[in-house]
């Protein structure tokens, strides 16, 4: 079965990151872990979470054509890195993408298959509840990215599917079905398709 790219966008604080860990990687998933100039969260481990790597590290990544996307979000760099995706897509894996609205619609450029998810909260009521009590940041980042989240609205129907997440197992189960349902689309067993369609030759062997 062939592999397929999975990304998963949603204001800071919509829970992408929780709901992303849960994903099972017995069920074909891959996480591709992005670099980041940004500094850890507590908690937060390096090589598992992000690599945290430096803004003249992130220059020369982008210069040499290793990212798949990259964007500026709230003063900080992210960026995907592209062999490791593409060598898992390969191996038939659901490899997925936890990144900002406009780095998904770049990779979307690149990748027309990749499957587009934007997890939410219910409220926005919700959303800043849920950045103040993280408590890793000041008043003024959070209302930055408050005003980032109404920002996005306008793109959401550029994805393909809409995620609320109110419990993150119910959001987890949902995404499971999205890609449940996007490896049984034709266009994702062409090789089942043409071994089927090669029957014809023993069709005309029983004719003989």
């Known amino acids: 079965m062939e592999g397929m790219?999975?990304?998963?966008?949603?204001?800071?604080?919509?829970?992408?990151?929780?709901?992303?860990?849960?994903?099972?990687?017995?069920r074909g998933y891959a996480v591709s872990i992005s670099v980041t100039t940004r500094k850890p969260r507590p908690g937060e481990v390096d090589g598992k979470d992000y690599f945290f790597i430096s803004e003249d590290m992130f220059i020369d990544m982008r210069e040499q054509n290793e990212l798949l996307e990259?964007?500026?979000?709230?003063?900080?760099?992210?960026?995907?890195?592209k062999p490791y995706v593409e060598e898992q897509i390969a191996?038939?894996?659901?490899?997925?993408?936890?990144?900002?609205?406009?780095?998904?619609?770049?990779v979307k450029e690149k990748f027309p298959e990749a499957v587009l998810v934007f997890l939410m909260p219910p409220t926005f009521t919700e959303l800043e509840r849920r950045l103040i009590s993280r408590g890793t940041e000041?008043?003024?980042?959070?209302?930055?990215?408050?005003?980032?989240?109404?920002?996005e609205v306008p793109l959401i129907d550029k994805y393909d599917y809409l995620v609320i997440n109110e419990k993150v197992p119910d959001a987890v189960?949902?995404?499971?079905?999205?890609?449940?349902?996007?490896?049984?689309?034709?266009?994702?067993?062409?090789?089942?398709?043409?071994?089927?369609?090669?029957?014809?030759?023993?069709?005309?062997?029983?004719k003989l």
Do not use: C, W
């Open 5 to 26: 790219l999975v990304i998963i966008s949603g204001p800071s604080g919509s829970g992408k990151g929780t709901v992303v860990k849960e994903l099972d990687p017995a």
């Open 70 to 81: 990259h964007f500026a979000y709230v003063g900080n760099y992210y960026g995907t890195p």
């Open 91 to 106: 191996k038939g894996k659901i490899v997925v993408l936890e990144i900002e609205v406009n780095g998904a619609l770049q």
């Open 138 to 151: 000041d008043a003024i980042t959070i209302e930055d990215r408050l005003k980032k989240s109404l920002e």
């Open 173 to 206: 189960q949902k995404i499971d079905a999205i890609t449940h349902a996007e490896r049984l689309r034709p266009k994702r067993n062409k090789q089942i398709i043409n071994d089927f369609a090669s029957s014809q030759v023993k069709m005309n062997f029983y």
